[in-house]
Nanobody, 122 residues
Framework: VQLQASGGGLVQAGGSLRLSCTAS????????VGWFRQAPGKEREFVTA????????FYTDSVKGRFTISRDNAKNTVWLQMNLLKPEDTAVYYC????????????????WGQGTQVTVSS
């Protein structure tokens, strides 16, 4: 499975961005797709995840009510709609897919896309 992330950019605080993650290859093996982010000088952290075959969605507390994850299986695409962005959301965002779980540690995800930079100015 190959993952291609896109949609990052520079936005002012309070603004919105929509990230996309498009999968190719053996997408039938995907069980869950998640987004992680890594801010400068910090470890990569979990943001949100969605089950590929049902309605389960998970969010880290800091983004609940502001971020929404969704998917279109026919397009093999997962989106991350980010609203009310804050400077602390600035990071490189990565999408990742797992064959076995929906939400977990980095090591639980089998496939990773390249990162897309999100910068939120104050």
């Amino acid at each position: 499975v190959q993952l291609q992330a896109s949609g990052g950019g520079l936005v002012q605080a309070g603004g919105s961005l929509r990230l996309s993650c498009t999968a190719s290859g053996r997408t039938g093996s995907m069980y869950g797709v998640g987004w992680f982010r890594q801010a400068p000088g910090k470890e990569r952290e979990f943001v949100t995840a969605i089950a590929w075959g049902d309605t389960r969605r998970f969010y880290t507390d800091s983004v609940k009510g502001r971020f929404t994850i969704s998917r279109d299986n026919a397009k093999n695409t997962v989106w991350l709609q980010m609203n009310l962005l804050k400077p602390e959301d600035t990071a490189v965002y990565y999408c990742a897919a797992s064959r076995l779980i929906v939400v977990g540690k980095e090591s639980d995800y089998d496939y990773w896309g390249q990162g897309t930079q999100v910068t939120v100015s104050s």
